[in-house]
């Protein structure tokens, strides 16, 4: 991601539909303090996956901060 200079450490594993889920932490850039990330990578068919980031608000709710899908 080069749309932050934000570090993120994360870990995961796969779940029971395939798709890797990881979470992590991270640096809001707006706020300045950490912030819990998730991110799942789910294939969809053979030549394409997609890569979605949730992070969370200040009250803890999570929301879609980005999705890729990706096409070989």
Known sequence: DSASTAVLVASGQ???TG???FTGQME???MKK???VREVMTPV???RFTY???GSDPNGKEFKML???YTR
């Open 14 to 16: 796969r779940d029971a």
């Open 19 to 21: 798709a890797i889920v």
């Open 28 to 30: 809001c850039p707006i």
């Open 34 to 36: 950490p912030m819990n």
């Open 45 to 47: 068919r053979d030549r």
């Open 52 to 54: 979605e980031m949730f």
């Open 67 to 69: 999705e890729v899908v």
